[in-house]
């Protein structure tokens, strides 16, 4: 394992037994040495196998099992802000105290009480039913949104909320009293409104019983579940869905690459022509075009559509390292020895090149960590009642408009947290495995 | 150079014919019927027939091939399933908008990468350089989603300093008044990535012995940097300037999502959630071949950068 090839090869015919222990240490192990003096790398190392051993526990139901359960009242704060006001006391919230980062500012109070009832609607619809059981409707929230409301192609599905939303903002600015200033005057046309909504959610909150909590640890969302178990179950997504469809390119770029590189002629010239295909389509597009043709939604099918779209850069590495080691002295070796073309490629040469492709693989991780949550977010992704780190963001770009922004916070931080150190992670292996690039970035 | 560029175009012919026969395969194949995407939730069995005529999917596969393929050369390819309009015109009119986020995109966020690149090389090792480096790398791990959602919301929601989406019909009312804060979202995303970059570009080039010669016979270290290492250096970027031209044509998919921008990119995500097949079919075909051909403006262009490559 630890050895070249040249090494397997030679040791057992010409070095007796008392001299092998004195073989220099292989690339791996000196690979290591070198991480593990890197610091930044270890630390790297350590966050991104404790979200690995999170996606583990979370994957065998030992943590963040009932994610699903509404354990707090709907938009239920972070334990740290406190209860939010306008929950918590049912007069009018513009002059209800409270902690100043709970209460909402005035404006805010305004267009909250226009704005409730359209992004409720198109989430009744979307659901179902306003009271969740389980989020099992099978269709996609864009997919279902978009065809309804625009047939003439310029309409974005969120259009009518935002220009509801506009038009109150504008509204609430542009009696004489500025925004920031009193509250009570700017407040006054829209009070009505908004106690009738207080009232109705108090209602709600009553049916629903008295066993949900106001405030958790990191809040709740619309339907009251826990952000914190949320999160690692979105975790779970996206970590598993980066990591299977890193597999699979790395899988295909390295066979085709292996093959193109190691036959040359007819084989290389017609595995080229294949990944010309799939290059010359920006990548972007070609994933979109796929996710257009697989309707079936499922995790597995977002895995399948990057990697099978995802493989052009490995190829092209891995078939440029197969054609220069294909001619050295250990491979010509290998073959005076009888070896078989399958035996030279993956027992002689491949572990030459493993570095690279280990490389690649924690590339492509990040990368299609990235292009799931894109993909998710649009609803091309993961189905609906599975939650990633893009179907959160999803959620939480109409949440924001509500000032509700814990959900927004817990995805993006912890998705930066695992892409800062697993690119980190990266950074260093490359480093350590090939010294000679040090310092150079060029991905 | 003609016989270079004569030859370039024939090696195009077997990849295109290639991107053809993949798109079809993907969406004739394994696309499913698209009578009964058509058809909705009325499937009355006499007019998905009638459907399946009108599209010519009843006819065996080698005509439907022969059907893409004159679709191709005509550019016509028919109508779009879901609203009737001819790809061909969506095509036409999608690409202005799309043209008008990314171009001034592409050159401020080009012009500034370089310039900073330039200026965090010339200060390689230094705190200032480690700062840069380690914002970069913090700023590259936010999601493009996140950028979007805050900054609209901030700058546009809250604040009031730009709309929060739409888009006119004038030219200049949409690059300042629409398109400017999609433009600032863009820059802030690619920025980092562009840095680090060419960053390492400049850095290959700011130990070469040139430089020390140039310092030698007295050339200001402005000169130094904008004259001498800046010509060098930008071969690679030009690369990685062109590679990202294609890019244009797709437009900025998220942008012009959030903004309501009726671009490229905004239509493909609209085409994707309605099923629309021709759209997407007729798009890919074409940006394949706008980055083949881009792909050899890019070799032609090394020629007019250094001399001293050898187009073969």
Known sequence: MNDTGTHSLIRPALAPRAVAHTVSPGLWVLAWRRLRRDRLAMVSLAIVLAFIAMMILSGLGLIARDWTREVGVNYAPPTFVGPDATEAAPAPAATAPGPAAAAPPPVTGDWEAEVVDPIGDVIAELRGAPKPDSGNTATPPAAAAAPGQDDTGFVDPLADVMREIEAARRGAKSPPPPPGGTGAAAVDPLADVMRDIEAERGAAAAEHGSTRRATLPFGADKWGRDVIAKTIKGSETSIFVGIAAAFVATLIGTVLGAFAGYYGRWVDDALNWFYSIFSSIPYLLLILAVAAVLQHKGTMTIVLILGLTGWTGVFRLIRAEYLKHKGREYVQAADAIGASNARRMYRHIFPNVSHVVLVQLSILVVAFIKSEVILSFLGFGVPVDVVSWGSMLNEAQNELLLGKWWQLVAAGVSMALLVTAFSLFTDALRDALDPKLRGSEGS | ?312
């Open chain 2, 1 to 312: 150079m003609w016989a270079y560029v004569v030859r370039r175009l024939w090696q195009m012919i077997p990849t295109l014919l290639g991107v053809v026969l993949l798109v079809f395969v993907l969406f004739n194949l394994f696309g499913g019927d698209p009578a009964y995407v058509l058809a909705g939730k009325i499937s009355n069995p006499e007019q998905i027939d009638n459907i399946r005529r009108q599209l010519g999917v009843d006819q065996p596969y080698w005509v439907q091939l022969g059907i893409f393929l004159k679709q191709i050369v005509t550019a016509d390819f028919g109508a779009s399933w879901s609203t009737n309009e001819p790809v061909s015109h969506i095509l036409a009119t999608r690409l202005g908008p799309s043209l008008t986020l990314l171009v001034p995109l592409l050159i401020i966020e080009t012009l500034v990468a370089v310039g900073l690149a330039l200026a965090v090389a010339y200060v390689r090792g230094s705190l200032t350089d480690r700062a840069v480096m380690v914002v970069c790398t913090v700023g590259l791990s936010i999601s493009i989603l996140v950028y979007i959602i805050v900054f609209q919301y901030v700058f546009a929601y809250k604040l009031g300093w730009f709309p929060v989406q739409g888009w006119g019909d004038s030219f200049w009312t949409n690059l300042v008044r629409y398109a400017s804060l999609p433009i600032l979202i863009g820059l802030v995303v690619s920025i980092a990535p562009n840095l680090r970059l060419f960053r390492t570009f400049v850095l290959d080039e700011i130990n070469q012995d040139y430089v020390r010669t140039a310092r030698a016979k007295g050339v200001s270290e402005n000169r130094i940097m904008w004259v001498h290492v800046l010509r060098n250096a930008s071969i690679p970027i030009i690369t990685h300037v062109m590679a990202a031209l294609p890019g244009l044509l797709i437009g900025a998919f998220l942008l012009e999502r959030f903004f309501s921008i009726p671009g490229i990119g905004r239509e493909v995500i609209l085409a994707v959630e309605r099923s629309d097949f021709p759209v997407i079919k007729a798009l890919t075909v074409y940006v394949a071949v706008a980055t083949m051909v881009v792909n050899l403006l890019a070799d032609l262009m090394y020629k007019a950068v250094d001399p001293r490559v050898q187009l073969e």
